[in-house]
Every structure is written in C-alpha cells, then in structure tokens.
C-alpha cells in the first residue's frame, strides 16, 4: 500500500473484531490503508504517529470509552471523520457522539458493506476539507502578489472567485481595466488548480503583429508560408497539460477567432500549411479590458466565440472601488521597491497614504506600483510625506512650478527641461503600461520610431522589462 494513501484506524477491545473487521474491508475500500489497534490509549498513540483520515470505534471499551475518545482524537486531528460503533446504541448516546463531533454513529452488528460505504463517505469528506484548507492557504499565500492584495470586499468577492473557478476545466473570462491584474489573477487559478504542475503560457495577442498571430497560437509546418524553414509547436500544443492566457481576446483578428473557435469546440489545433489537426489538453484562460458585448454588435467579435470563452467570469475591479486596500498596496509596493533597489528600508507618513488613497490611479494596481516605485528612487529622506508624493506627480502639482531648493525660481528653459521630462515620464510610463512593456507596440502606438523611444528610455532611466 502507497504511504501517501488515506489511513482508516478501527479501534475495539475485542483483538478477534478489530483484526476481522481489517481483513473483512480491506478489498473493499483499496484506496486506503487500514490498520487496527485495541485500545483507546492505543488509538491516541497511533493518532499522534500518523496521520489519519477516517476513525473506526467501539462505543463501549474499558479505559478510554469511544465517547471519550473522541474529542481527544479531533484534537489531535481536527479534519478527523469517527464513526462510532456499538451494541447499545441508544438515541441520546448518538444525539451526544454527534454533538461531540463524530462524522457517524452505526449500531452493531452492523453490515460490512453499509459500514465500507460509510466510511468511503468519510474519506471523501477528509479529502475534501483537505483540499478546501489547501486552496484558502494558495489564496492566502497569492495575496502576496501584486494586484492581489487587499481585504476590501471587493478583493474578497475575487479571491472567493478565483477559488472557486480553479476546481474546474472550464474556459475563464477575466475582465477588468488595464493595471487591475488580469494576469495575476490568472496565475493564481493556474496555482490552485489540477493542471498546477503544467506549463503556463501567457501571449499577449495585441502585440504580435496579425499574419503571425495564428502560427503562433497554432504552429505551422514548414513551407506554409515564407520564412516557415522547418515545423514549429504553436503555444496551445506547447502548454499541453496546462493552461494558456489569451490576453486581450477582444483584439485578436476575425481570422484567428474562427480558428480558435474551432480549438475549443474540438479540442484540436491545426498547425498553418497542415492538413492534420493534433488533439490538445489545454485549460483556456481569457482576459480583455475591452466591452465585448460592444464589439459583438459592431460585429468585430465573434458571439458563438464569446460564448464559448465566457463560460465562467472572473471581475477584477478597478482601484478606485478598493480605496481602502490603497494604504496597504503602496506600503507593500514600498517595500518591494526597496528591495529591487537596495535602498535602505523607507516608510510612508499617515499624511502621504491618504493623499494616495485620495486619487483615482486610472492606471490601477500598475500605475501606482510604478508611481511608488518612482517616490522610491527620487525621496532621499526614510519617510516620505504628501509633499513627495504631491511633487512627484504631474498631475497632482502646477507643471509651471520651477523653484529651485532655496525657492528662487530657475532659469526658464531649466523649468521647461523638468516640465517636459515630467510629462515624457508620464507618457512613457502609461504608454508600457498599456503595452505590457512591448517596446515595438509601444513605438507603434506612439508614432515613434523604436529607436527613438528606446534613446527615450534610457535617457530617462526606465526599463520596460518591469511592466512585463
């Protein structure tokens, strides 16, 4: 028998009984492991030594009765399921031993296929509470996270979600605005699920360019198109036994959608330039900031699609309906800045966390990480007042305001150098939040040559690997 098995321990007085009733059902419970004892000193000997999932006993036994024996026993191992067995059962005695806590109560002589039931029963009972303090622990531990933290309603309502949807197969649709932590939330199904060992793949379909999108999700074979000089797994083929993130479903061409459709429907993939399709296992994750219901009626999103991807929801809410989760994001945020730098340890005053909670951050959980991450680099002192944070955005404070330290104002193009780095900062900052760190997309969508904006960049100290 696997040491990993689920253990069974029957306890009674009589050595004949309790080594009978072993043998009698063991071929009819193989998923566990069954062992016996005579005593209910011994049961709490053996309790404390192993692990045990389910708890066989007699009522009546000289010593430790089987009624008390049994808080004892659920003391030791709380998740515990006991049945109780005896020869004089009597309605007040099962109304106690239920009252106490035992799983059930069986009056001998009792059948050995009615009490292998009973105890199967009690094994999946077992298995289930231990499964439900495994993922409140995964959810607890993933709190950690950025994006994920907070004991605001709204943040409880997620994790209860997230928890929830990881117990399934079934497609997930997370939706929310840019920064809110789609991805995170992602991870965090992937984590508590079956499928956690497996591979985790995230594309962000926006930002491969669309004539290569469907070889990358689907591979293709070589001479399907120029350039295609030998075969090559897509991404679906490549998470096989795991989970794939489609990011941004909602910008993903017409083309595309009908082959995904296809994918989930069949639960194949054909490669670009194949004639033969691969059978996949792979769970889909969806995420979008965009109003699909819009798109569907414009007719730029498929509605068969929506459907099939939509099957479970996950919300993730922007940060202006968790403002009290704010003073703990930035002090958390704080000090993981400190730590990637390897600044000394800084604090927040009370002053500066409200002037933070104050604001609306329509960048989210993203755009303040960033943002502290900045007061992080630029306050020179251990605690940082509302004065820093005030000053240290655009948005917050006069963009003509060019004094210098000793409040004199400074030279005119001095004051538009630091106006004009200020609102570059800004820009730059929410252009890679956008993009996810793409640098390429980014220079698209700003009209900038990329080698312009990586000159920016670097002139500005801003790495795009950390909104990634």
């Not at 009522?59 to 030791?76: C, D, T, V």
Request: aromatic share 4%; with cysteine; charged share 25%.
């Amino acid at each position: 028998m696997n040491d990993t098995a689920p253990r069974v321990l029957i306890v009674d007085d009589q050595p004949d009984f309790a080594r009978g009733l072993t043998r009698l059902l063991a071929p009819k419970i193989p998923e566990a492991r069954l062992d016996h004892v005579c005593s209910g000193e011994a049961a709490l000997d053996a309790l404390a030594a192993h692990p045990c999932a389910v708890l066989v006993t007699d009522l009546r036994m000289p010593g430790i009765s089987g009624l008390e024996l049994l808080p004892r026993a659920l003391a030791l191992e709380p998740r515990l399921g006991v049945v109780l067995l005896t020869a004089h059962g009597d309605i007040d005695t099962a109304v106690a031993a239920l009252k106490a806590g035992a799983y059930d109560f069986l009056t001998k002589p009792v059948e050995s296929e009615h009490l292998a039931r009973v105890i199967a029963k009690g094994l999946e009972r077992a298995e289930l509470l231990r499964e439900n303090q495994r993922l409140r622990a995964a959810v607890e531990a993933c709190g950690g996270s950025v994006g994920l933290l907070g004991e605001s309603p709204a943040m409880s309502q997620v994790k209860e979600a997230i928890a929830a949807v990881a117990g399934s197969d079934y497609t997930v649709l997370i939706r929310g605005e840019s920064g809110t932590g789609k991805e995170l939330a992602a991870r965090a199904i992937h984590s508590l699920s079956r499928r956690a060992a497996g591979p985790f793949l995230s594309v962000n379909c926006p930002a491969i360019p669309d004539q290569l999108l469907e070889s990358e999700l689907f591979g293709h074979v070589r001479g399907a198109f120029t350039g295609a000089e030998r075969d090559r797994r897509g991404l679906f083929q490549s998470a096989n036994g795991g989970v794939i993130v489609l990011d941004e479903i909602g910008d993903i061409p017409m083309s595309v959608q009908t082959k995904l459709l296809r994918v989930l429907q069949e639960r194949e993939v054909r490669p670009v330039g194949s004639s033969k399709s691969t059978p996949i296992d792979v769970r889909i994750l969806a995420s979008t900031n965009q109003d699909l219901e819009a798109k569907i009626a414009d007719k730029s999103f498929r509605e068969d699609l929506y459907y099939r991807l939509n099957v479970l929801t996950v919300r993730m809410p922007p940060l202006r309906e968790r403002r009290e989760d704010i003073p703990l994001l930035a002090t958390a945020f704080l000090a993981r800045a400190c730590r990637e730098t390897g600044i000394g340890e800084k604090e927040f005053s009370a002053e500066a966390l409200a002037a933070l909670a104050g604001r609306d951050w329509p960048g989210n959980v993203r755009e303040l990480f960033n943002f502290v991450r900045r007061l992080t680099v630029f306050c020179r002192g251990d605690v940082i007042g509302p004065k820093a944070v005030a000053t240290a955005d655009p948005d917050q404070s006069d963009p003509i305001d060019g004094d210098d330290e000793a409040g004199m104002a400074a030279p005119y193009l001095e004051a538009k150098a630091r106006v004009v780095d200020a609102f570059t900062r800004r820009y730059v900052e929410r252009l890679l939040g956008q993009t996810r760190g793409n640098v390429s997309e980014a220079a698209r969508l700003s009209g900038l040559e990329r080698v312009s904006l990586q000159k920016i960049l670097r002139r500005l100290g801003i790495a795009a690997e950390g909104y990634r």
